[in-house]
């Protein structure tokens, strides 16, 4: 069966601090991968997603990840955290012809410091 | 623009009692639908997904099911609650073209005592 592991599940930083959110994944075939961000108070978003093409993708407000095929992992990276991203962070995988049928990770809670 | 809606915010029922949850899509049409359920300290977990009205697939077999009798209602029910039902209940919607992008409600929270 398919799953997702994300391997911190709260995450402490400085602002302006850099950031790295590990997410692996256990499936051989062709998924789509996404990162999504619940901040306090509001609804779960998305914040990105790869489904081909160029292994990293950007997304809004200057995040980034990277998908590694050959280590079945899309982390989420950011050069400089600011207290506004604290949130939690989910990694989702979807086989790609399974519709919208989304596999999240536990979420990782980062919390940065003013 | 679309907005989606859940009721209730907060539940508190005790074990054997019912269950009704609701989720309503405003803006758009024919939408794909979904229940998840968040338990403590684990991701948000599948259970439910609907293409149409009627036609609703169970990811995980539970004491819940759902129910779309309205294109842009959807429905979490139970007839005995549980304990481990207790959680956080997602709904989602998103375009049939791009099923992928998914947009969440404001979930419910459900305490089985």
């Known amino acids: 069966a398919q799953s997702v592991s994300q391997h911190n599940h709260h995450v402490i930083l400085s602002e302006a601090a850099s950031l790295e959110l590990g997410c692996n994944y256990s499936?051989?075939?062709?998924?789509?991968l996404f990162w999504y961000v619940q901040y306090p108070g509001q609804h779960l978003q998305l914040l990105l997603k790869?489904?081909?093409?160029?292994?990293l993708v950007k997304g809004i407000k200057g995040f980034e990840a990277e998908f590694i095929k050959s280590k079945f992992s899309f982390n989420l990276r950011k050069p400089s955290v600011q207290w506004s991203d604290t949130a939690e962070y989910f990694c989702?995988?979807?086989?790609?012809?399974?519709?919208?049928?989304?596999?999240f990770g536990q979420g990782t809670e980062l919390s940065v410091k003013p | 623009s679309q907005t989606i809606h859940q009721w209730p915010a907060t539940l508190v029922q005790p074990v054997g009692s019912p269950l009704s949850l609701e989720c309503t899509v405003e803006g758009t049409s024919n939408p794909n639908l979904y229940w998840y359920r968040q338990a403590a300290g684990r991701g948000l977990q599948l259970l439910f997904y609907?293409?149409?009205?009627?036609?609703i697939s169970s990811e995980v077999p539970q004491n819940l099911s759902a129910s779309r009798p309205q294109d842009r209602q959807f429905i979490l029910s139970s007839k005995k609650l549980l304990l481990s039902d207790s959680g956080f209940y997602l709904c989602?919607?998103?375009?049939?073209?791009?099923?992928?992008?998914?947009?969440f409600g404001p979930g419910t929270r459900l305490t089985v005592t």
């Open positions: 989702a995988v979807s086989h790609y012809n399974q519709g919208g049928k989304l596999i």
């Open positions: 989602a919607w998103s375009r049939l073209a791009d099923a992928y992008e998914q947009y």
């Open positions: 499936y051989g075939g062709t998924v789509n």
């Open positions: 790869y489904f081909s093409g160029d292994p």
């Open positions: 609907s293409v149409g009205i009627g036609q």
